[in-house]
């Protein structure tokens, strides 16, 4: 099975920087996502990892560390179109199927 | 081009009665999966299908939860009889099989309301 941890809600300001940890306990691993989900709309793609290290994509990077079980989301230059829930998820080894976790609520304040 | 298409957008029944649910992926798209969204929560994988074929249906309540994909194009999830707890937003996502990064795009979703 699948365990997937993320913190619940976070809030930072406009302009700033903010990081979004996600945990996983997995019994196989085939690539970590990150998804940004607005209120009431289907989730987005952000970004993959499937190999340690950082993955870079404009104002936003993800960080994958397969021994440690761990990832986060960094969002850079923090705008108000940025609140939403953020999700992270785990495809399996086999057979390409995604668990999702619970996704963090980001309240990006003026 | 066309993004995944599902209908209908909101569907409000009592409880004991039937709904269905309607998807089409994006063309050429052989995986398709439904998930339920519970308000607050992850989405939470219900079916995966490969082409017509399922590939996972293990958290499917099989009691009252059942889907299909004929043509190995468009699929129904259907739920009879309905309960309560299964108040939720209904998506459907596909993945364009053998593109490394097998991205997961989502429809806009069916929201149930069970009364």
């Known amino acids: 099975g699948q365990n997937i941890d993320q913190p619940t809600e976070m809030t930072a300001t406009e302009g700033a920087i903010v990081q979004i940890n996600c945990t996983y306990q997995?019994?196989?691993?085939?690539?970590l996502f990150w998804y940004q989900q607005h209120a009431g709309e289907a989730p987005t793609f952000l970004s993959y990892?499937?190999?340690?290290g950082l993955e870079e994509k404009g104002r936003f990077s993800s960080f994958l560390s397969r021994s440690k079980g761990y990832s986060y989301l960094l969002l850079k230059e923090l705008q108000m179109k940025d609140s939403a829930s953020y999700l992270c998820a785990v495809r399996a080894l086999y057979g390409q199927n995604f668990v999702f976790g619970p996704g963090t609520r980001l309240s990006v304040l003026p | 081009e066309a993004g995944v298409a599902q209908s209908p957008r909101y569907k409000i029944i009592e409880k004991r009665q039937s709904v269905a649910f309607w998807c089409n992926p994006i063309s050429g798209h052989a995986t398709l999966y439904w998930y339920q969204q519970i308000l607050g929560q992850g989405p939470k994988l219900l079916i995966q299908f490969q082409n017509n074929g399922v590939v996972d249906d293990s958290q499917l309540p099989k009691d009252r939860f059942s889907a299909e994909r004929l043509k190995g194009v468009d699929s129904t999830l259907k739920i009879q009889p309905a309960k309560l707890e299964d108040s939720a937003v209904y998506l459907c996502?596909?993945?364009?099989?053998?593109?490394?990064?097998?991205?997961?795009?989502f429809g806009p979703g069916t929201r149930l309301t069970v009364t």
């Open positions: 996502a596909s993945t364009q099989t053998g593109i490394q990064t097998y991205e997961q795009y």
């Open positions: 990892n499937v190999l340690d």
């Open positions: 997995t019994s196989g691993f085939n690539g």
